[in-house]
């Protein structure tokens, strides 16, 4: 049901953008971005970003990049339990978003990292995004900074980046 109520939203969202939107696509129709917040954090230090994109095209598409001028550096990162018990960070090339389907990026899974922050991330704070996809146009985003700590995964993928 909820889930039913958010197609709904989304779908008021997507009719307000289709001014300026010459695709000519449907609604419900694209990648949709929901539940997106980055986590507060200090300059030159490093942060997360976590959102759920869902596909709503039948065809299979991947998150291929992000742009932002908020770090100097941004990559996609899985972070992965190690043998050695340890939280790993692997760089992805990509993150594959198949089609009529979605993935979630989430503390201890898939996230963006930000590298380099060019200023501090303070809970309320607001920073922009540009994903870029494969087969989608860009989507750019004005991502809300909250605390970790609310979410329960707390530092996971940013354990090294306080003194
Ligand atoms: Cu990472």
Redesign the pocket.
């Known amino acids: 049901m909820k889930r039913i109520l958010g197609f709904v939203l989304a779908g008021i969202l997507l009719l307000s953008a289709c001014g300026v939107s010459d695709t000519g696509r449907m609604d419900g129709e694209g990648v949709e971005v929901r539940d997106y917040w980055a986590r507060a954090a200090l300059k030159d230090g490093?942060s997360?970003v976590y959102m759920l994109l869902l596909n709503h095209d039948a065809e299979d598409d991947a998150f291929v990049g992000v742009s932002s001028d908020v770090a100097s550096a941004l990559?996609l990162?899985?972070?992965k339990m190690g043998d050695d018990g340890t939280m790993q960070?692997i760089?992805q090339e990509t993150i594959a978003l198949p089609g009529n389907g979605e993935v979630e990026l989430k503390p201890g899974s898939y996230?963006?990292?930000m590298i380099g922050l060019v200023k501090d991330l303070n809970v309320g704070d607001e920073i922009t995004l540009t994903l870029h996809f494969q087969n989608h146009d860009d989507i750019t985003l004005t991502v809300p900074v909250k605390e970790a700590a609310n979410m329960g995964g707390s530092g996971m993928?940013?354990h090294n980046t306080m003194p």
Do not use: K
């Open positions: 490093t997360a990559e990162h899985l972070s960070m760089p996230h963006i990292m993928d940013g």
